[in-house]
């Protein structure tokens, strides 16, 4: 594939001049972004927390109990149940009982 290689020749040489370009214009951009950054006022980072208990000690206390062989989830409320609770409406998906 000719094209393939020439573009890829071509790309290779114009990474090579932008990239001396763009470091030359980016360079004395930087003193003023950083300049800009230390305008924030580091008392407003309370407004970030949110008010309220600290639950990051708090544990899950609900067990999660995988799908045995025998259960199926139901294709509309997705409910874990047990296979006597299918009730397929013909098509491939599983359906319970309370959704036909
Ligand atoms: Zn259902």
Redesign the pocket.
Known sequence: MPTASDYDARRASDAGTADGSVLRELTPALPKLSTAIVDDDPNEAAFFELPGADLSGEELSVTVIPQRADEFT??????V?HRSRLRSSGGELP??A??V
Do not use: H, T
């Not at 139901?74 to 409910?79: D, G």
């Open positions: 139901c294709s509309r409320c997705f409910l149940q359906v319970c309370d959704c």
